[in-house]
């Protein structure tokens, strides 16, 4: 069911690294050594002191943290950062004065933030302390442009401040806060809240001449659902119904529950954390190039991380 409703987030490797396959893997090579050659000429003619990685990207700790903790897998990392070409033209900042930190889950099998490169560096960073990276483009976007923004193949200094760890129930009470000010700010009625992170309005309550649902049973519906305060959705099936099993461990935890006790022809809407529905997003920045990501197919969806959805649906049948 999750493949249905386009739940695969990784990034490419291909998309983001370039292709290394047949004939394309020696231009790939000749890139990165080209690149790694700039690099090591910019490192030297500036008179950095920095220190070069295995994977070829280089990093200096312009603020150190001594003992500082260490990064976990599934670590909720929020960063603030600041972006440009090695030419020093500015591409983008997220600091202190633009609020929050940006949050992502980190993974280190899987690349769920780009630039890779920050994915990477995690493991040589420490809560609290800034690296300054300096990359070659084949660790950043490689052969990817975006408007005057982001020029291809572009060599990058990246400033990465590691501001935070969050727990789960810390961003949990955030998406809750934001949920609770769409619906008041929007003067949404019929919602109630049946299981944390999960809001439910019965629009119709269908048939109730029939039985009512029961995990086991086989549902068929047609959906649309959006990013919570998004007009356009980012995935739909309304001209041809999807089906699912109720309670099965392949559906999201907001179907499992908004879909229980409910009767044919109803219709439901319901609002759901990221918890209870994408739990793995992957993180872009900067964010201005997120859409055009997901339109070049870097991503399979354009949803932000953390971000709650909205989801509605009508059911067809009930088996």
């Known amino acids: 069911m999750k493949r249905v409703l386009k739940t695969v987030f990784t990034m490419s490797a291909v998309a983001l690294l370039s292709s290394c396959m047949n004939n394309e893997e020696s231009a790939y090579e000749k890139q990165v050594k080209e690149e790694n050659q700039e690099l090591a000429d910019y490192i030297n003619q500036n008179g950095i002191q920095a220190e070069q990685t295995t994977a070829g990207y280089y990093y200096s700790r312009e603020l150190d943290v001594e003992d500082g903790q260490k990064f976990n897998d599934e670590d909720i990392i929020g960063i603030y950062y600041e972006m440009e070409t090695l030419e020093g033209a500015f591409i983008e900042a997220h600091t202190e004065e633009d609020g929050e930190p940006i949050k992502?889950?980190?993974?280190?099998?899987?690349?769920?933030?780009?630039?890779i490169v920050v994915n990477q560096a995690i493991a040589l960073a420490e809560l609290g302390e800034t690296l300054v990276l300096?990359?070659?483009?084949y660790l950043a976007y490689s052969?990817?442009?975006?408007?005057?923004?982001?020029?291809?193949?572009?060599?990058?200094?990246?400033?990465v401040h590691f501001e935070k760890i969050y727990a789960p129930q810390e961003v949990a009470t955030i998406e809750d806060n934001l949920i609770q000010g769409y619906i008041d700010q929007n003067g949404l009625e019929g919602f109630e809240k049946v299981e944390e992170g999960v809001y439910l309005k019965v629009v119709e309550a269908g048939d109730e001449d029939t039985e009512a649902s029961k995990n086991g049973n086989s549902m068929r519906f047609t959906f649309e659902m959006f990013e919570l305060g998004q007009d356009d959705?980012?995935?739909?099936?309304?001209?041809?119904?999807?089906?699912?099993?109720?309670?099965?461990?392949?559906?999201?935890?907001?179907?499992?529950?908004?879909?229980?006790d409910r009767h044919k022809d109803a219709e439901v809407q319901i609002i759901a954390s990221s918890a209870t529905s994408f739990v793995n997003t992957a993180q872009v920045i900067p964010d201005a190039i997120?859409?055009?990501?997901?339109?070049?197919?870097?991503?399979?969806?354009p949803l932000r991380p953390f971000?709650?959805?909205?989801?509605?649906?009508t059911i067809e049948s009930i088996d």
């Open 307 to 313: 971000t709650p959805i909205l989801f509605e649906a």
């Open 134 to 137: 300096y990359v070659p483009s």
């Open 233 to 260: 959705s980012f995935s739909k099936s309304l001209d041809n119904s999807v089906t699912t099993t109720l309670g099965d461990d392949d559906n999201y935890e907001f179907l499992n529950i908004g879909f229980k």
């Open 143 to 159: 052969d990817y442009s975006y408007n005057q923004l982001i020029p291809q193949y572009a060599n990058m200094k990246i400033t």
């Open 104 to 115: 992502f889950k980190y993974d280190r099998e899987r690349q769920t933030l780009a630039p």
């Open 290 to 301: 997120r859409k055009d990501y997901f339109d070049q197919g870097y991503l399979n969806i």
